[in-house]
Every structure is written in structure tokens, then in C-alpha cells.
């Protein structure tokens, strides 16, 4: 196809040989099929910062590093030279986190390359070596849910023993390859350590997972991961290999509310006994 404007400087470049096809034009991106020499690659062109949604709000940004003070100040400020800063820290987010996270063995697609707001990475692909599809759009046996489900939620441990928290994850920001769930989109990849929301999006996103999955394996809908997860990390302790039970901490507030009513009623039975022993001395 005619090499859109947007990647033009990367054919100039030598990054890319041809632009094969437009895969897909999400809400943040449109994305191509590239080819690099022999290799068939994926780019991801961003939008505008006026085109693109929620994902960039200060939610997201909190506790994310930028690289010296007076860029901070222009940021905050949202001077011409702030704003564009500000748009370079956006482009260079998803490349930083896919770099972590491969190092981490986290399933994402292996990044090459950043350059003028061009994500060059790996492109996903099923077992006939065709663009994988999203996992919103594969039908799943229970069997399967209850694997990927699982194979998942390692993948979220093994994001948050690296320090990441996705913060968009669904079943449409995961391709399924040959081997299984491949988690993709990570510009608003959140910093788990300086973010006040970071277990309320934890939790979000490991909720998802729950009720996505649960649509095929119901016995997932009343698992929570989540809070369990946060707590080993809090503590120090999360580790690739951690075991978790996915027990509900609803399960434990019912025994909260149990014990609370317990309380109330031998309160009211002591209030009732009082009475009484008043009504007798009288
Ligand atoms: N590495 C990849 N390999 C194969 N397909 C990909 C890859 N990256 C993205 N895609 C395809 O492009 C689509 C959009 O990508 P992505 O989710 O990263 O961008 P987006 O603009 O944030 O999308 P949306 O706003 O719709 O979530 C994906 O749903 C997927 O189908
Ligand atoms: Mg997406």
C-alpha cells in the first residue's frame, strides 16, 4: 500500500522496507503490518494527543518518572515545550514497559523500536501465522477459560513483581497466539510503587479478567485475586512462583458481618438484662 504520512520517516530511515496493510484503528492508534527486511513486523502509529481518551489522565501519570526537574515544570505548566515533552514521555511509555516486562517474561509482543511516535514491535501472530485475534473474539471451552485464566493471572504477578500495573487490561487489550494470551497496549501501564490508585487498578483489572473468563467458567465471578496479590506485594513478598488460593474476601467479610451481629445482639441482650435488673430493684 502507499506508505501512510505518519511513516514516512521511518521507510526514510531504513527502520521500515514497505508498509504492507492497515491491521486495525483503535481508539489511541492505528496500527499497520509492516515489513523489515524479512521480517513482518506490527506498527503502531499514535494519535494526536486532542484524539486520544481517558487513558492519559493524571490517574495514569502519578509516580511516573520523567527525566529532570525542569521538564516536570514545563509538564505541569503545559507550555508548547511542556506539552510536547509531555507527548514524548506518552510515545516512549508503551516501548519502556514492553522492554520491562519482556525482561520480566511477561507475554507481550518484543518491542524493536520508538521513533517520531511509531511503535515498531513484534507482530502477534495465531498457528496459521495470520494477525492474532483478540480475546474477545475467540469462544472458549470452560477448560480453556479456567487455563487462560490462570495463565493470567501469573502474567499480572509477574507485571507487578517488575513494578507494573496494566491499567487498561481486558479481553481487548489480549491477542491469543498459538501458546495462549499475549497482553498488548500498554501506554497508561501504571507505576505500582508511586500511584496512590494503583490497587484500585489492580483490582479493576484483575476484575475483568474475572468477569470476562467467568462468562465461560462461572466459578471464576466469585474469585478474588486481587487483594490477595497487593497484599504479598505490600509486604515484600510476591514472587513469581507465590501461591495464591483466589479465595473471596467477601467470604471473610460475611464472617465479618457475622461477628458484628453477634456483637450487636449480646450488646442488646446486656441492655435488656440492665433493664431488667433495674425493673426488679424498683
Ligand atoms: N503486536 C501486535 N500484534 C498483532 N496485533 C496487534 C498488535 N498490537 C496491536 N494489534 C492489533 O491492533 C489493535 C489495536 O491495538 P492497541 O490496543 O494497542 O491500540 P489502541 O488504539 O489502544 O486500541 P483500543 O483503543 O481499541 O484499545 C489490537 O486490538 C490488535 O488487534
Ligand atoms: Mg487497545
Redesign the pocket.
Known sequence: MKTPKRLEPLVQNGLVDEVLRQ?????????YVVRCGDDVR?A?VY?EANQR?F?QNAAYQEGRKVRGSRDARAMEKGSRYGRKMAEEVWQTAEVDALHRLAAAGVRV?QPYNCFEGVLL?????DAAGH??P?LNDVVLSPEVALKFHAMLIKQVVLMLCAGVIHG?LSE??I?VDADGPVI??L?QAVDAAGNNSAFSMLERDVGNLATYFGQFAPELLNTDYAFEIWSHYEKGELHPDVVLTGRARRSEKKADVRGLMREIDSVKEEELNRRRFQLEED
Open positions: 491491521l486495525m484503528s483503535g481508539k489511541e492508534a492505528v496500527v506490527c503502531k494519535k481518551s487513558k509482543p514491535m513484534e507482530l502477534v501472530t494477525a492474532a483478540r487498561d481487548y487489550n491477542l498488548i497496549d501506554p
